[in-house]
Structure formats: C-alpha cells, structure tokens
C-alpha cells in the first residue's frame, strides 16, 4: 500500500517537473525539450533541499522506459503519418531507416573508437553501443516548423517516417548490441534460450527478431481495428489504441520475445491505415489524445535526463562529448548523402536541398536519451557513452535545433 | 557417410517445410483477420449503400466495374465502336505513324449505310503520277501583316497547351514537325523553349489568361507579346475564344500537372489549379475582337486570327458587317473552328457532350458566310476536331477548309493509347503525366520520327483520295466530289444539302453606302 503511494508521489513530482518545464519553454521561446531539462536539473538540484528520493534506479529505468516510455512515443510517431504518403515515400524511407542507420551506426562507430583512442576504457563494443543509440535521431523541431508552415508534404512525409524508421532500426539495434555486451543476450535469451555465438546464428536471431516483431505488429494492428470497429465508440476506441500501444510492445517483447518497437510501429501504421474511413467518427479524438500523451512523455524523458545530468560530465568528459559531437554529425551526414541518391532507384528521387535538411535536421533527442538511460550500470563505460550521448543531444537542441529552422527558410522549403 | 547427407537434406527439408508451414499459418491468420476487419469497416460505414448492406462481397463490385474498363477495351470491343475514337481509325494513327504497311484486305469493315457518313466520288480518269502536284502554297495575312505566313501544309499539329502535355511530348511534336514541315500550334500555356528546339513553325496561342503573355494583372502585355513574336519560328498568334472540349469555360489543368517549370512559363503559382477565365475580359462584342486582333498584328508584325468553337451565328454576320465597314485589311487573318466534341483537356462533362455545333455543320455554315460578304479569300479558314484520318481531312478540304488541325491524331503518334486519364497525371504513356517515372516511356527521338511519318503518310493518302477524285492535288477538292448517305442509307451529292454560294456582292455594296 505504502509503495503505491509512494509511486505515485514520485510520478507526479516528475510531472510537476515536466510541468514547469513546460512553462519555461514558453517564457524561453525555446523547444519544449529544452524546456524541461532545465526543469529536470532544478528538480534535480532541489532533491537533497526536500530530503526527496524519486525512486529513480538504473535498473528500473530500463524497463521503465522500454515498457512504458517507448512505446507510447513510437505509437504517436506512426500515428501521425498519413498512411498514403507514407506508402509513396516508403522506398526512399526504408532505405535511409535500413542501409543509412547502417552506415550512420557503423560510421558513427568507428569515429568515436579513433576520436577517443582508448581500446581498454573504451572497447569496440561501446563505440558500436555509442553508434546505435546515435543513429536514432528526432527532428521535431523542424517537423514542428514544417507544420506551421505547410511545406511539401512529401518532404514532411519523409523527415517524419525516416526518423520513426530509423528509431524503430536504431532500438533493435542496440538491443541487439547490448546483448552481446552484457553477455546475457537479453532479448536474444527469451527468443533462443541461449546466448547467440556465430555470424549464422546472428544473422538468424536479427532476422527473427526484426521479422518476427513486424508479424506481431500486423496481428496487432488488425485486432486494434477490428476492435475498435466493432466496439463502435469513439471513448472505446481511445482505451483500444493506448492498450494496443502498451500491449503490441509486451506481447512482442515479453511473451515472444521478438522486437516490441517494431511490432508498436507496425501496429500503428497498419490499424491507422485499416480505419482510414473512421477518422472523423470514431477517431475523432485521437489525434488529440496521442498529442497529449506524446507530450507528456517527451518531457518526462528530458526531466529524467536533467536529473541524470551532472555538472562532472562535461568537466571530465568534455573531450569525449566534442567526438561524439563531430562523429554524430559527421557520420548522420554522410550518410545521407551515401544513401539518397540511391533513392531514386526505389520511389521518388530525393532533391539535394532535401538531404541538407535531412543531415542537419537530423537531431538527436527522445529515442537517444531513452535508449542511454536504459544501459545498465553494470557496464564500466556506461558513464562516458552516457555523456557523449547527452552533448550530442545538448548540441543538437542548442545549436541544430535553432539553426536548421533558418536553414529551411534559407533553401526557400 | 551417404546417410549422414540423407539425414542432413531431411533435416534440412523438414526446417524449410516448418518455415513455410508457420508463414501459411501466419497468412491464413492474417487474412481471416482481414475478413472480419473488411466485414465491420463495412457494415460501420455509412457512404456506400453497397457496401453496408453486402459487406465484403459488395467490395467486388467496385473492383469489377474498375476491371471492366480494360476488359471491354481489350476483349469485348469490336474494331467500330469504341468512343471517342474506334480501334479501325488508331490502328490506321498508329500504322502511319509507325510507317507500316496499311493496307487492308477481304472488304471494308465500314458500314456503308449509316446515315451522315461521306463517300468521295471517284474519277473515270483519276489523276496520274506524272499529273500530280504537291498542294498549292497558301499565304495568310498577304498583304496586311508586315510578315505574311506562307506553308503548303495541310495538315497540322493543333493547340495543346504545354502543362496538358508533358516535356517530351513537346519536344518530340516539335522535332517531328520541323521535320514535316508543319506547323505546331502551342496552346494557351505559353511558349516553352522545348517548342522552339526542334524548329519547326510555331503558332503561338493566347487563351483568355494570356499565359506566357500577361502582365500582373492578367491582361495582354505588349512587351512580352513582342518579345514572343521576336522568335522567327513564330510565325502566327491565334486569340482563343472558346474550345471544342468545353465552349463557355477556360482551360483547366488540375493543380497535380502545375510543375515549377510549367509554372514559369505560364507565370502563375506551382501546384495551384490553372484556371483560364471562361471569356476575354479586355472585349465584350465583335467591335473590340476585332480592335484586339488589330493590336496583336500591329505590336507582332504576323498574321493573327482566332479560334471558337461555333454555337450562335449572328455574331458572325455583325462581325462581318464589322469588317466590311472597316475594310477587308480589318478582317482576321484566319478563323480556327473547332468543333464540338473535345480533345485532350479536362471539361465538364455537359459542355463536352451538348455544348457547341459539331464540324459538320459549323465548317460549311462559316465558310459560306465568309464567301458571302466577299471575305473568302481574306479569311483563311482553318478547322480541327476528330480529323485524325485521311478522309476526314479530304472531307474538311472539300468542304471549304484551307488547313486542318489535329491534336489527338498526334498524340496518337506519341504513344496514346486512349486510357482518357489526361487530366489526371496519370497518363500511362507520358503524353500528358508530369511523373518522370512515367514519362521515361517516351522517347522524344524515336517519337519525333513517328510524328513526321504519321504527317507524311496523312499527306500522302489525303493526295490518294484527291487524285482518285481526278484532281491533281487537295486543295482542288470540292464539295462536288463527296456524298452524304441520308437516313434510308442511300448516298446523295453535298452539294445538295450544303451548296456552294457566290459572293452577295450587292448587299455588301448596299451596306457599305449606309
């Protein structure tokens, strides 16, 4: 009973937190993540004046944030997608979200292993961890700016699906690559029973995984809608998508064990696309609700990561932060612009103008922040991956974020 | 060791089958899945009748109506009954185009008792080899513009604007025209330089927007009028009143075809619907048609008339009366008729199919009109609408047309195989899609060269008919020539129903003392 109360107390000190920070973005004129990780380091510098624990552990903040955290954000993400863009675009987005977060991860992780020159403190293995949760990127600063502004709505398409494709890619891949590292298999140990061992059996348990998770997501998504359909209510049909958000997750994940970020998307896109007709009827609050529930736990996520923040991080780490930083960019902008021509031989060719927006625009945010959070302390280098992860992101919300809305009135978008 | 292999490809066959076993089951579930999801979307919608009261099974309906189209085109159709143009006048566009044989055997398929159709009169003494011309040279604005046009051509490619067609559609019309030695008519969407690169004529079209031509208010603009006809291969400016597709309305090219580049060369907004208004605001009566058309040849220098489609005809007889209290030299240098029935543009469907005469019976009212206020030869008359085939354009001659236009004869060449989707960026043989995906289909090269052939052989057989007739060369043919079949099925002479008329010189005398 105790530990309920507890709970709850600590949920609403952060939602406070989220709150306030809220209320800085606004009188700071500033993105609504900046916002609240300000909020979060107050909050955080307020702790020991209350005598305050927010019950916040490295260990539940994994699943916190896999389990509760995640999906809620990649459902909203795929739920705002028109569905009949999204298939026009689908080639030139599978292939940046595919063969691009490929050679951004590799690149990314290649760079941050040389920049940082350091094989015992800094293994292969945590610059391929660095690489995934990078390759995840969030340009919501410049999708809130396309939105205002009614730019081409291919180029909205684009920037959107690229980045929930590219999160889903990047999440399975430092699953995968947590697993190794922490030599449980974590995911792998469920779906197998083993550890993985052997390029075969990799390329099996990846393929497994990944098509395994967009099976589930498409069962999901049928039932979503065949649900919501027969239940023929507009409230019902809310209570329908938060459950199949949390429940394609936990399904796939806990009780298959296949990949749960990808069996939420699918799940998204399909059930989006099979109620096409009932979006003023029965959807009609949905939108709406997915803003909310994306909102608020965009910025709980970067009060967490103001909590996390500590004023040693930049002072010892600030080396490691700057490789990440050039890496980061670097690596997401040659790969862009690796990948996009290639574009024209899968859909609709990609404009130079709009790769310049797609590198730049690429920021680092939510999904990157969720996924550092997530390593467990275990690991001795989590704490550098940890800062590199949170300058990139700094960086990207100071510097990219202000500069790339100037950059597309610039380019006339 | 052999039956470790055996158990290793059992092994290896039992797996495979397991996989395929789980993606089977996983496809059966899905698509129950998607049965019960179709049966509910349907019965909950409330749009489609059909639908709601047979769910899933009401959806074939669609599917197959959709179906029919294509299996009533491929399969069902026979060769004389496909509107707006039957399979027996394409595939003779398309052999000519592609300068294959196009001779037919065993009998003509043609009816030869529908009320309306034409029979051309043969010669006991048809014209010979060694007697035949090529048609006469005919000049129009002679004497009155500064630069008069002269062409032997008969046959042309009619005005469809760039923005309906797409970039290499305009650029192999313009190659395959040069090489014929025909004119290319650019429709109210503005010069392009893919008109201009293959060199041949151009007669520049000004459409009540004045694309290509208009100043920020959407008038006529001198300057860029003089800046077009500085372009030597622009040789006539043709002022557009109305269309066959859609007499009473402007152009229409739906916002999906407005690319950039179509955008700057009409001026206007990219990706906005393109909507001409329905009529010319700078003049409202005869008087001010003629006053613009005076203007346009003044600041151009070159023979200038104008295109409409005919409907009232008193207009007609205060034009002329106009002309005559003017002078002759106030006279256009053309009139351009279309007829009723459409072309390439998007048009509602009610002005396409009951608005405006057909040829048949414009073309002959106009030119006994013009012949009889004395302006026959002033005026050259020049006429379109479904004249794809060599008869219809030895029909249009006898009748009285100087020159003949046509627009989907040459799309035909192109490529068009009539899946009537223009309007829709659809266009699965890139003639009038601005997908590049599309368009790669067509090549402007290998198009050009069945643009000129299908030119040359039209030429070549109107010839045939002419000389058959016991002229020397086409534009000798006269009503004489032809019969109509009337409704008991038995041909009688035209001249009959439309006979040819004589100058009222004395009326016009009459007038001119008022």
């Known amino acids: 009973m105790d530990g309920v109360i507890t ?35 107050l909050a955080g510098m307020l702790l020991p004046v209350f005598d305050y624990d927010t019950g916040l552990r490295a260990e539940n903040l994994q699943q916190l944030v896999f389990f509760v955290i995640l999906p809620v954000l990649i459902f909203e993400a795929a739920w705002k997608i028109d569905p009949d863009i999204l298939f026009r675009w689908l080639g030139p987005i599978l292939l940046l979200a595919t063969f691009g977060v490929l050679v951004c991860w590799l690149l990314t992780a ?15 293995i945590a610059a391929l961890l660095t690489g995934a949760i990078l390759a995840a990127t969030d340009p919501v ?14 180029l909205r398409t684009l920037v959107e699906g690229e980045s929930l494709f590219n999160d889903a890619v990047a999440i399975v891949l430092f699953s995968f690559v947590l697993g190794i590292a922490s030599h449980s298999a974590m995911e792998g140990a469920e779906a197998t029973g083993e550890a993985v061992a052997g390029a075969g059996s990799f390329a099996l348990y990846l393929s497994v995984v990944f098509f395994g998770g967009l099976a589930v997501g498409t069962l999901c998504g049928l039932l979503t809608a065949i649900a919501i359909l027969f239940l023929r209510s507009a409230g019902a049909a809310l209570v329908v998508l938060v459950l199949a958000a949390f429940g394609s997750f936990y399904l796939a994940e806990h009780v298959v064990g296949v990949s749960g970020i990808l069996s939420v998307m699918v799940c998204a896109i399909v059930s989006r696309a099979c109620l096409r007709e009932q979006q003023d009827t029965y959807l009609a609050h949905a939108a709406p ?125 | 060791m052999d039956l470790q292999a055996v158990a290793t490809i059992y092994a290896f066959a039992v797996k495979v089958l397991q996989v395929f076993a789980m993606l089977f089951a996983f496809g059966l579930v899905v698509l129950v899945l998607y049965v019960v999801y179709l049966y509910l979307s349907d019965v909950s919608q409330t749009r489609q009748a059909i639908r709601r009261n047979f769910p899933v099974l009401g959806r074939f309906r669609y599917q197959f109506e959709h179906l029919g189209e294509f299996f009533r085109q491929y399969f069902f159709a026979l060769d004389r009954e496909e509107m707006p143009f039957n399979r027996a006048q394409r595939s003779w566009v398309y052999r000519a185009a592609k300068n294959v044989d196009s001779t037919l055997a065993f009998g003509s398929t043609r009816p030869l008792n529908q009320p309306g159709d034409i ?31 002269t062409t032997r051509s008969i046959f042309n490619i009619s005005g469809m604007s760039f923005g309906a067609l797409s970039v290499p559609a305009v650029r192999a019309l313009s190659r395959g025209a040069a090489k014929a030695g025909i004119w290319l008519n650019t429709g109210e969407g503005g010069l392009s330089p893919h008109h201009l690169e293959g060199g041949c004529d151009i007669v520049f079209q000004i459409g009540t927007a004045k694309y290509g031509v ?7 603009s001198d300057e860029k009028l003089k800046a077009v006809a500085a372009h030597e291969q622009v040789k006539m400016f043709e002022l557009k009143l109305s269309q066959g597709a859609k007499p009473g309305k402007g152009g229409i090219l739906p916002g999906v075809k407005v690319t950039p580049e179509i955008a700057h060369v009409r ?75 459409g072309g390439s543009g998007a048009a509602p469907q009610s002005l396409m199919d009951y608005m405006g005469l057909p040829l048949n019976r414009s073309l002959p009212m106009v030119v006994d009109l013009i012949t009889q206020y004395g302006l026959r030869e002033r005026i050259k008359i020049i006429c379109a609408g479904k004249l794809l085939t060599p008869s219809m354009v030895a029909w249009a001659l006898a009748m009285g047309a100087d020159f003949v236009n046509c627009g989907r004869g040459f799309m035909f060449a192109l490529g068009c195989i009539q899946a009537m989707q223009c309007n829709k960026n659809t266009c699965p043989t890139g003639v009038t899609t601005h997908n590049p995906d599309l368009q790669q289909g067509l090549d402007p090269m290998d198009k050009a060269e069945r643009v000129y052939h299908y030119a040359r052989n039209m030429a070549y057989e109107v010839g045939t008919i002419a000389h058959s007739c016991g002229v020397p060369e086409p534009r000798q043919l006269r009503r004489a020539h032809v019969e109509v079949i009337n409704e008991r099925g038995v041909p009688v002479p035209l001249s009959d129903l439309v006979p040819e008329v004589a100058p009222k010189s004395v009326i016009a005398s009459d007038r001119g003392a008022h």
């Open chain 1, 141 to 154: 600063s410049i999708v809130t700016r396309m939105r205002q502004s009614r730019v081409n709505e291919g």
């Open chain 2, 214 to 220: 208009r100043d920020e208010n959407g008038l006529l």
């Open chain 2, 267 to 341: 001026g206007i907004p990219v990706g906005m619907d393109s909507i001409s208004p329905n009529g010319h605001p700078e003049f409202r009566h005869v008087d001010g048609l003629l006053d613009m058309i005076q203007r346009i040849r003044e600041v151009t220098g070159k023979p200038t008339g104008f295109k409409c489609v005919i409907g009232n005809s008193d207009w007609l007889h205060d034009l002329c009366e106009a002309i005559q209290k003017r002078g002759p030299e106030s006279a256009p240098d053309f009139i351009n008729i279309d007829s009723a029935d």
């Open chain 1, 110 to 124: 290649v760079l941050v292993y040389y920049g940082i020159q350091h094989p015992t403190g800094f293994p292969w």
């Open chain 1, 7 to 41: 709970l709850v107390g600590q949920g609403l000190y952060m939602a406070m937190a989220a709150v306030v920070g809220l209320g800085i973005a606004r009188l700071l004129k500033r993105d609504n993540t900046l916002g609240c990780l300000i909020a979060g380091v």
């Open chain 1, 289 to 413: 609700t997915w803003e909310w529930l994306g909102l608020l736990f965009n910025a709980l996520i970067f009060v967490i990561m103001g909590l996390v923040i500590t004023f040693e991080m930049f002072t010892q780490q600030w080396l490691a932060m700057i490789v990440a930083i050039v890496a980061a960019i670097g690596a997401r902008g040659l790969a862009v612009f690796m990948v996009s021509p290639l574009a024209r031989f899968v859909g609709p060719p990609i404009p130079p103008s709009w790769r310049l927006v797609l590198s730049w625009g690429g920021l680092r945010g939510v999904i990157a922040v969720a996924l550092v959070l997530s390593l467990p302390t275990d690991l001795p280098y989590w704490w550098t991956v940890q800062s590199m992860v949170f300058g990139v992101v700094l960086f990207s919300l100071l510097v990219q974020g202000t500069t790339s809305t100037r950059l597309m009135r610039k380019l006339g978008l």
């Open chain 2, 119 to 149: 029979v051309f009169l043969n010669h006991p003494f048809p014209t010979l080899a060694k007697d035949a011309v090529p048609p006469r040279e005919v000049t129009v604005g002679v004497g009155v513009a500064r630069r008069p046009y």
